[in-house]
C-alpha cells in the first residue's frame, strides 16, 4: 500500500513580525492564511508567545472566523495561554517550550524532565476536545513520555537535521536523519501521530517527507522569507510539490 501524502501546515508567525516591525496592519497575517490555502496548505499553524512578537489573540479569532482550514496553535504550557485556546477551540494545540529571550523555538519540550507539568496542560486541552501535539525532540524516551501523557500527537524537532544540511555538515546531517527516522517509527508503534517541523528548506525537505510515518511537517519562517523573492503562493506549491514527490518515490 502507497504511503499516505504528507499534509502542509503553514505557519504564518512571521508575517506578523513583519507587519508588528511597523505597527501597522500590512503585511495581514490573515491574507497570508488565505493565500496559504489556496496555494494548496493542509492547515495553517500559528504561535501565540507570552511576549506576542507575532501573531496576536485577535489575529487567531479573525483567522478562526475567516478560514476552514484547520487551525493548529502552539502554545507555552502556562494558564495564560491554556485560557486563549480553551476559548479559541482551535482544531488543534502544539504544547512548546518557550524562553523570552529566544530568538525562535530552539529545542523540543522537554516532556521527560517536565512531565509533571506539561500532564493537567494535555489533560484539559484533551477534555476540551482540542488535539493535543507536543513539540519534542526526536528521541525515543520523549516519545515514551509522550504515550503516558496520553498526546495522540508528536511534531518532531527537525532543527538539528537542517542546520546540518545548510552547513554541507553530510555526516552530522545523515546522524540527525536516522534520529528522525527512528523516532518516527516509535512513535507510530506506540500508537503515536508523528508530525515535523523547524528550519525546514527546499534544500532539506525531501528526506523528512520520504519518512513514510511522518504524517504532517509545518514550515513557516523558509516561506515567508522565500516570498519576498518568488512569492509566498509560488514559495507554498514549490514545497508541496517537493513533499509529494518524496513521499511517491519513497
Do not use: W
Not at 59 to 85: F, G, K, V
Not at 208 to 226: D, K, M, Q, S, W
Amino acid at each position: 500500500m502507497a504511503a499516505l501524502a504528507p499534509r502542509l501546515g503553514v505557519n504564518i508567525d512571521h508575517v506578523a513580525t513583519i507587519r508588528n516591525a511597523r505597527g501597522g496592519p500590512h503585511p495581514d497575517p490573515l491574507r497570508a492564511a488565505l493565500m496559504a490555502a489556496e496555494a494548496g496548505a493542509d492547515g495553517i499553524t500559528l504561535h501565540v508567545r507570552e511576549d506576542r512578537r507575532h501573531v496576536r489573540e485577535d489575529d487567531l479569532a479573525r483567522l478562526a472566523a475567516a478560514i476552514t482550514l484547520p487551525i493548529n496553535l502552539e502554545m507555552a504550557c502556562t494558564e495564560e495561554m491554556l485560557a486563549i485556546a480553551l476559548a479559541a477551540k482551535p482544531h488543534a494545540v502544539c504544547l512548546v517550550p518557550e524562553r523570552r529571550e529566544e530568538r525562535t523555538t530552539e529545542g523540543g519540550l522537554d516532556v521527560a524532565g517536565q512531565h509533571n507539568t506539561v500532564a493537567p496542560f494535555v489533560t484539559r486541552l484533551r477534555d476540551a476536545g482540542i488535539r493535543v501535539s507536543l513539540f519534542i525532540d526526536p528521541h525515543p524516551v520523549q516519545i515514551a513520555v509522550a504515550q503516558a501523557l496520553g498526546a495522540p500527537v508528536v511534531e518532531l524537532h527537525t532543527g538539528a537535521y537542517c542546520e546540518a544540511v545548510a552547513s554541507g555538515d553530510t555526516p552530522r546531517a545523515a546522524h540527525e536523519l536516522h534520529m528522525i527516522e527512528a523516532a518516527a517509527r516509535e512513535g507510530v508503534a506506540r500508537g503515536i501521530e508523528v508530525h515535523a517541523g523547524h528550519g525546514i528548506t527546499f534544500d532539506s525537505v525531501t528526506p523528512i517527507a520520504a519518512i513514510p510515518e511522518i504524517r504532517e511537517l509545518n514550515i513557516g519562517h523558509f516561506l515567508v522569507g522565500e516570498a519576498i523573492f518568488i512569492g509566498f503562493d509560488a514559495a507554498i506549491r514549490r514545497i508541496k510539490s517537493l513533499m509529494l514527490a518524496a513521499r511517491a518515490g519513497a
